[in-house]
């Protein structure tokens, strides 16, 4: 089985999250609009989290890897780098904030090979998130 990536495991989180609202939105909107009457920033952060999705969307959007040349062993570079970078986090625990940093670079360079095969997916699980999102937000 192959590793998991940033990208698959975007999807799969999408994929969860989408059908917790499509299953839910209806049973949980009243409620929704009652919080929100005694706390009013829950319209606020669902308005956030529709903003913050719009652009992982439009970033998503934008990631052209098809004409990158050798893309396949920048990710085999980048896998065996993942591999030392976490053998070497027990060894030096001081430098735990910097290996992070590298980790999460990583972790997006190395997952971009199977981007395409995913991205459309992932922009339409975020397009009906987006939509079920507008249906919780209460009424301005």
């Known amino acids: 089985m192959p590793a998991q990536n940033l990208y698959q495991d975007l999807k799969t989180a999408l994929e969860e999250l989408k059908k917790f609202l499509d299953t839910n939105t ?18 606020e952060v669902i308005t956030k989290l529709i903003s913050l999705l719009e652009q992982l969307k439009n970033e998503i959007q934008n990631l052209n890897v098809s004409a990158i040349q050798h893309l396949d062993k920048v990710a085999q570079f980048t896998g065996n780098v993942k591999t030392v970078l976490q053998t070497s986090r027990s060894l030096l ?7 992070d940093q590298v980790l999460n670079v990583v972790d997006v360079v190395g997952g971009l090979p199977s981007l395409d095969a995913v991205k459309a997916d992932i922009i339409g699980l975020i397009t009906s998130i987006i939509g079920n999102l507008n249906t919780l937000k209460p009424a301005a």
């Open 26 to 43: 209806a049973t949980i909107k009243p409620a929704i609009q009652q919080i929100a009457a005694l706390v009013p920033e829950v319209t």
């Open 93 to 99: 625990p001081a430098q735990a904030g910097a290996i």
